[in-house]
């Protein structure tokens, strides 16, 4: 299983000064249409990001540090974007963030959804032979069909060392909807935020936009 239309040679690492951007929101929007690889011994899995949400402390109840909250999980916000924050969600889901902003800021980026493009065959056995739809079209299910665990958290992105990678293509202008966050009930008045960001002509979204 593959997919022969697009090449992951042609594609171009994100600028490393892209992720220290003070505005999450902005970098949420635009991560969508790039393009997520994990790289787990020698396998490369991944595909096109198609779903988003943006976290943003010290003012979002929905974040993690809001109130700029300093624990031993959310350490890793204050660092300066460009690392990944994994952690476990419900005993059981990890999910993945992409840290952004300056250092202290405290900012991150949830990935939701991709559309599943690298490495088929790997992804299909991760997830149980389900169909190819419901691979990647939720941020537990993406995480298990690219193998990416609390291992992987803490880690840089797009080093040569590193095992999680993003790619953007100069050909990319992905019809982007924004949308209220998803269960983040607790979170009062920022659950109306529409701080979440999907490619409103993908399938493989966890929930269209209302």
Partial sequence: MSNPSLDLGSLLPIDPDWFLNPDPVRLAHDLIGQFLISDKDGQQTGGRIVETEAYKAPEDKACHAHLNRYTKRTSVMFEAGGRTYVYLCYGIHHLLNIVTGPQGAAHAILIRAIEPIWGLERQSERR?????????????????????????????INQKSSSIHLFRSPQSNPKVQSAPRIGIDYAEECIHWPWRFLDADSRFVSAPAP
């Fill in 128 to 156: 149980s032979g389900r169909p190819r739809r419901e691979w990647t079209n939720g941020p537990g299910k993406l995480t298990k069909a690219l193998g990416i665990t609390k291992a992987d958290n803490n880690r840089p």
